[in-house]
């Protein structure tokens, strides 16, 4: 038997190699999985056809993004402009009319019209999206809105740009009028059903607060279609196989923690709340074992078959789970600034599973603040409260883990016992001063475990003022960039 | 049919099309989405276990009892918990009751009671044998998978994969009829990529508005519409905000039942800070959405 080398196998093969590609495992079974999914499906239903592959060949939440994008350039919703009912306003002289253009998209945002603003949203990019056709951005629309794109006066256009077109359009600053809109359309309402009421075209500050936050998740929304848009129109152009090495969303466990944006954060911060609970099962794996519990009767019971009802050999129930103590050490300095948003989330999701916990942050000197982190406090404040406290900074503000570390040993002496897990939080950039070796030696041997979590990538550890490499011969450091390496050291931490 | 299993009996389809299980799901009173409608319809017609992960008050478990009652089928429930282990999933011997047998029979041939003594009527069948041996239609729930030891995810393999127990003293047990089965994850821990590679995986997140109001409206049909409408705007709006615990679907049906017994006609700020605290479980999220929205 021979590779499909063409028609509708082929294509699968092919969109599973880019899926591939972006790092989602994909195997065989799946691609198998994916064609039966094919062959029941009906192929013009599109939305039932992505669900479909999706269910088949996807094994975790994260991935559904990646997946999508890459979707819509494998099977697209069609070729060239595929307009539909929403055409663009032109004015008289060929041109888009942007002021009529901007007043459909406030009432579409308005009544919050998906599937219109998502017709929009394509007529936008073929009308004012193309970069490199004749005039440029602005278009020539002779017979108007249906049939331009494809065979369009000025060729076809080198490539499509969402920034160009959003920046005639400018949905953002469409807010305040929606608002308007919306606020009227409420006021007369509630007139109508209480006229005798004066205070009934009064609008509180909490209707006004929904309905802006709602409008502006409309408009984010609607720059999405856009760009979602923009990457299809690209593909056809540039082959969808530049489009998805490009224009594709990294995976939320690969977004690296320095550099992830809010958007990235906010998925982050879902992914890090389970894998403290599997660190916290993980770290108390050992203490359950250790221990018996009382005696279970029915087990009991069921061993003494083999001995002809006589119970020779008790079984013990299986103790809770422990709770082991764990102690925080987290750099807080400038220079791991991105990295300790993330601590901080870990740290918050690892209070949580942990009744004894003590965290200590440090910059040159050493603070506790498990106060801070009361089971339900909000983080928002929590960093700012962290700087604020006395005692943090001893001396310049630059970090130094030497003596930080000393500090800790210092203050606290009894905190590191034989029960505490030690995790250190950290890049081990100590600014050329004494990394202090003797004193986390000390802390290694007193504590059960120590583990180091270092943000910054392998190959930068020992370069100039990073004592990494150092640090890392007395306890076990671990390269902590991303929510998948995170998964992956909770997992090494100990064998189950 | 082509994607039939071998081995396996040709079985009746449940459903003959997508548009089929969003409408029968309806009429039993669960509305789903597209990616619901479509995933049923494919673990029924391809054989296959679904695993459905989400978030907490989706409608997870809800989906299995609908798709039961859609169906005509029996519902068997495998509510895993930590330290569930074979005994309590598969099956049991009574042993209390053995031992009784082995006593009164004094004097019986030693084969005569050991062929007693492992009949039916000594053994207790757990969720899984059950649903394997059930003779008719029957969807089998596995509930909060994440939540059980590998070890049963291993357990699960062999059951889900073929359908069959192997019983020692009985030989191995095939299914009459393939249990239409729905595994639920709350994604706690990462199932095993053995478990996975056997189901179709359905992420199920929060609906999208207009399918959220339909839910409120099907589930609480007594509320106003607009008022149904404005509770969806207003959890949309909560779920923006950065909370612990997101408000989920079947917050906002509580909240919508809620205003209904307080005989509360439209939604003004008292109602909603009056009765937040349904849709909002942790103090801390009350006092974030409160401070956010303007609410004091």
Redesign the interface.
């Known amino acids: 038997m021979t590779a499909p080398t063409a028609g509708l196998p082929a294509h699968l093969v092919d969109f599973v190699g880019a899926l591939r590609r972006t790092g989602i495992a994909v195997?065989p079974?799946?691609s198998v999985?994916a064609a039966?999914?094919m062959?029941?499906?009906?192929l013009l239903?599109r939305?039932?056809l992505r669900?479909?592959l999706?269910?088949?060949m996807?094994?975790?939440?994260g991935q559904?993004a990646v997946f999508d994008a890459l979707f819509d350039l494998w099977f697209p919703l069609g070729q060239g402009a595929a307009l539909g009912e929403v055409a663009l306003p032109y004015a008289e002289d060929g041109s888009v009319d942007v002021e009529a253009l901007r007043d459909l998209l406030a009432g579409l945002l308005r009544d919050?019209d998906?599937a219109a603003m998502a017709e929009l949203a394509r007529a936008v990019v073929d009308g004012l999206g193309a970069v490199g056709r004749g005039t440029g951005g602005q278009g020539q629309g002779q017979g108007g809105g249906g049939d331009r794109g494809e065979g369009g006066p000025g060729g076809r256009p080198s490539s499509w740009s969402a920034y160009q077109a959003l920046n005639v359009v400018r949905p953002e600053t469409l807010l305040a009028r929606v608002l308007a809109d919306l606020r009227r359309g409420r006021e007369t309402q509630r007139s109508r059903a209480r006229p005798d009421d004066p205070d009934a075209g009064w609008d509180?500050?909490?209707?006004?607060?929904?309905s802006r936050?709602?409008v502006r998740?409309r408009i984010a929304s609607f720059r999405r279609m856009v760009t979602d848009e923009t990457r299809r129109r690209g593909a056809e152009i540039r082959g969808r196989e530049a489009a998805a090495r490009t224009g594709v969303p990294k995976q939320g466990d690969r977004v690296d923690f320095l550099t992830a944006n809010a958007e990235q954060l906010?998925d982050l911060?879902r992914r890090v709340a389970?894998l403290a609970?599997?660190l916290a099962s993980r770290l108390a794996a050992r203490r359950r074992r250790a221990r018996r519990g009382p005696i279970d009767l029915r087990r009991t019971?069921?061993r003494s078959?083999s001995t002809g009802?006589v119970p020779m050999r008790p079984a013990h129930r299986?103790p809770r789970?422990g709770r082991p103590e764990l102690v925080l050490f987290c750099d807080v300095s400038g220079s791991v600034a991105g990295f300790s948003h993330f601590t901080m989330m870990l740290v918050q999701a690892l209070r949580e599973q942990f009744s004894r916990i003590r965290i200590f942050c440090f910059v040159d000197g050493c603070v506790e603040v498990t106060d801070l982190f009361g089971p339900?406090?909000?983080l928002g404040g929590v960093m700012a409260e962290i700087t604020a406290r006395p005692g943090l900074v001893a001396f310049d503000g630059h970090s130094d883990y030497g003596s930080a570390l000393g500090r800790l040993r210092e203050g606290w002496p009894d905190v590191v016992g034989p029960r505490t897990s030690l995790l250190v939080l950290g890049d081990a950039r100590t600014n050329y001063r004494d990394p202090n070796l003797a004193v986390l030696g000390d802390l290694a041997e007193r504590a059960r475990h120590v583990h180091w979590l270092n943000p910054e990538p392998q190959a930068q550890w020992g370069t100039g003022d990073s004592a990494a490499r150092r640090y890392g011969q007395v306890v076990p450091m671990h390269e902590c960039r991303t929510a998948a390496q995170l998964?992956g050291v909770v997992s090494g931490l100990l064998p189950? | 049919m082509s994607s039939e299993p071998v081995g396996q009996k040709a079985q009746k389809a449940l459903f003959d099309s997508v548009d089929d299980v969003a409408t029968r799901l309806a009429d039993v009173g669960y509305i789903a989405s597209t990616a619901v409608a479509t995933t049923v319809f494919l673990a029924d017609r391809l054989g296959k276990p679904l695993l459905v992960e989400g978030p907490a008050g989706v409608g997870k478990t809800e989906l299995a009892r609908a798709v039961a009652e859609a169906t005509g089928s029996g519902l068997v429930r495998l509510q895993c918990y930590e330290g569930i282990d074979e005994a309590r999933a598969l099956y049991e011997w009574n042993h209390a009751k053995q031992l009784l047998r082995i006593t009164a029979s004094q004097g019986a041939s030693w084969d005569e009671t050991r062929d007693d003594v492992f009949s039916e009527e000594f053994l207790l069948p757990r969720p899984l044998l059950t649903a394997i041996r059930r003779e008719d239609p029957t969807v089998l729930l596995v509930d909060e998978t994440d939540k059980a030891d590998v070890e049963v995810e291993g357990l699960l393999l062999e059951v889900l994969g073929d359908f069959q127990v192997t019983v020692p003293e009985w030989g191995t047990i095939t299914a009459n009829q393939r249990p239409f089965t729905l595994l639920t994850s709350n994604a706690t821990r990462e199932l095993s990529e053995a478990l996975k590679r056997r189901c179709l995986f359905l992420h199920l997140d929060f609906p999208d508005a207009e399918l959220e109001r339909r839910i409120v409206l099907t589930r609480v049909p007594q509320l106003p519409e607009a008022l149904a409408e404005e509770l969806v705007r207003i959890v949309g709006v909560l779920r923006g905000i950065q909370l612990r615990k997101a408000p989920s679907v079947s917050e906002t049906i509580d909240w919508g039942r809620t205003l209904l017994a307080l005989g509360l006609d439209t939604l003004d700020d008292a109602a909603v800070r009056a009765t937040l605290g349904v849709v909002l479980k942790h103090r801390s999220d009350a006092e974030r959405a409160v401070a956010e929205l303007r609410l004091n």
């Not at chain 1, 062959?39 to 009906?42: G, H, P, R, V």
């Not at chain 1, 509180?204 to 929904?210: I, L, Q, T």
């Open positions: 195997g079974g799946e999985d039966a999914v062959a029941e499906l009906d239903r939305e039932q669900e479909g999706a269910a088949a996807l094994r975790r939440s559904r919050g998906t509180s500050p909490f209707a006004e607060e929904v936050r709602e998740e906010a911060r389970p609970r599997h019971l069921r078959m009802g299986r789970p339900g406090n909000d998964a189950v």
